[in-house]
């Protein structure tokens, strides 16, 4: 099936620093969708991105639509405790006129004081 | 937070035995999904319906059922529980054509014993 890779799969930092994540598939999608997910929770949106080449930001989060419409990063500056947790990227993929999101398998991120 | 609530949040039962998950939903979004979440495998999708009665198969759809008699319950049935189900299972929700993104419930933890 359809398939996202999303990299790293964890990584451990210490706080302050900025932190960088990505994700890439051989289809195309027209939605990027990024998440975070906290233990016991479930995912929250974080970053909607919906046309190649945008470039959103939340805060202290910058997302960006890859060109080819086949990738995306988000990037988190100065980071804090809080970011600790699980994030996700996911696209959707229109297939006879109906929704359906691909997940990619997350980036666990420890940030460390 | 979008209006999802799915029940129980949390169950144990037997191999063999039927199991039914709600979501409800009081956003009136089109399309509903469930997902399961397991180590190792993202988020992956189960099933998801695009409208009352309108129901489809997602990558992990193998002994489950569901139904939507009505726009705000989707329901998830294991018609037999295997142990191989032990996950949490997600609910989600999203209207494409107003915004195009993917919102959460927070989870029913499944244990088969």
């Known amino acids: 099936g359809q398939q996202l890779n999303q990299s790293p799969q964890s990584m451990f930092i210490q706080e302050g620093e900025d932190v960088s994540m990505n994700c890439t598939s051989s289809s195309i999608f027209n939605t990027w969708l990024w998440y975070k997910q906290d233990p016991g929770e479930g995912p929250v949106l974080l970053i909607a991105?919906?046309?190649?080449?945008e470039l959103t930001s939340n805060g202290r989060l910058t997302a960006q639509f890859g060109i080819t419409r086949k990738d995306s990063f988000l990037n988190i500056s100065a980071s804090i405790p809080s970011d600790v947790g699980i994030y996700f990227c996911?696209?959707?993929?229109?297939?006879?006129?109906?929704?359906?999101?691909?997940f990619g398998t997350g980036t666990r991120l420890k940030v460390l004081a | 937070d979008a209006g999802i609530t799915q029940s129980p949040r949390h169950k144990v039962t037997e191999t063999g035995t039927p199991v039914t998950l709600r979501c409800h939903q009081t956003?009136?979004?089109?399309?509903m999904y469930w997902y399961r979440q397991d180590p190792g495998h993202g988020l992956r999708l189960i099933h998801y319906?695009?409208?009352?009665?309108?129901?489809d198969k997602g990558e992990v759809s193998d002994g489950y059922s569901v139904s939507r008699s009505k726009t705000e319950d989707f329901l998830l049935t294991l018609e037999s529980a295997t142990s191989s189900q032990t996950s949490v299972y997600f609910c989600a929700i999203s209207e494409p054509y107003q915004e195009g993104t993917q919102y959460f419930g927070p989870g029913t933890r499944l244990l088969v014993l």
């Open positions: 991105l919906y046309k190649a080449g």
């Open positions: 996911a696209g959707d993929l229109r297939t006879s006129g109906t929704y359906k999101y691909i």
């Open positions: 956003e009136n979004h089109r399309y």
């Open positions: 319906s695009y409208g009352v009665k309108d129901t």
